[in-house]
Structures are given as structure tokens and as C-alpha cells.
């Protein structure tokens, strides 16, 4: 049996998209891809009509140093919670914008990062990346308001309780779309 080009073009798509789907370098691709779809996405608010509220803001969450902290205390101000793992690529590829958007608006916006891995994972991540950002995790059940079947899901809630975005998958938190309607929701 003779091989021909086409045969060998076959295997070489093959592997490389086996390479992508099921090892470390396939992440790092994945990882890429994410970030290459996320400059382009800018999350967009929920029409007001569909807008959930967060009536019931009871959720506990422990920092990094191990302390509790009820989302309950943050009630009337703007927050902005996003989901993530270590080991999901939209969400590592919607950090850096994170982490911008959190060194501009930290003092004036309640950020929560809900880490869905292991506390060593996280820790270590996060200093390697050299990220500054509020890592939480759950000590309690999500409130149904924020409930999600999938991650990277992010929240932006304002001073009311209305949730005004809900965006799943990756987006590009550092946009000036995010910036103005943050700055909005702060004036009101």
C-alpha cells in the first residue's frame, strides 16, 4: 500500500489537533484563541426588562489568607464578580483585562475573582502571572441570581441589586464600553 500526500496531510491535521485538544500545549493554544476572541468582545448589558435582581446577596466567601467575607457587607455598592479556574482557557485569557480594570477601579468598585480550583493552584497562579486581583472562594451556596452552569461567567451588579451584565465566556473586561458603563453605574 502506497501513502500518498494527502494520506500524510491527514495524519500531520490529526495530531496537531489532537496536540491541541489533550495536552499543555494545547491549552497555551486554547489560551490564545480566547484572548484573540475576547479584544473583539465587549460584554453588553441585559436589557432592563430581563434583568434579574440579587435579592438575596447572603454568600459566603473566604479570601486567600482564609477570611470570611459575606457579599451581604457589600450590598448598595457596584460590584463585579467573575468566576474562573486556573485550568479554563477563556478564563485565563480574560485576566489581563481583569487585572487592569481592577488597578483603576479597586477603590470604587467591589471586585470579587470566585475561584472555582484549589486554593494552591490559585496561589500559585497568581503569582506567577504577578496578578493583584481579590480571589475568593465558596464557603456557602451561590445565590440563584448567580447561579451558572458554566465558566468564565461574570457579574456586574449595581448599587440597586440589578444585575446589568451577564456575560459567559471570555470578553474584554478592560474596554472603554466597560469602563463608561461602570462609571455610569457609580454616578447614579
Known sequence: MKITKEQIG?????????????????????????KVVATVISPS???????????????????????????????????????????????????????????DYKDKVVFAFVANDEKEKVKTFLEKKGYDLPVYFQASATPKALESGSIPVTYIIDKKGDVVVDKTGAANWNSDKVRNLLDQLLAE
Open 45 to 103: 448589558t441585559v436589557d432592563e426588562r430581563e434583568q434579574t435582581v440579587l435579592e438575596n446577596y447572603h454568600w459566603e466567601l473566604i479570601d486567600m489568607e482564609g477570611h470570611k467575607v459575606n457579599l451581604k457587607s457589600k450590598e448598595g455598592q457596584v460590584v463585579l464578580i467573575n468566576v474562573w479556574a486556573t485550568w479554563c482557557p477563556p478564563c485565563v485569557a480574560e485576566l489581563p483585562g481583569f487585572a487592569t480594570l481592577y488597578a
Open 10 to 34: 491527514n495524519v500531520i491535521w490529526i495530531v496537531a489537533i489532537l496536540l491541541i485538544l489533550f495536552t499543555p500545549l494545547g491549552f497555551h493554544v486554547r489560551v490564545w484563541v480566547n
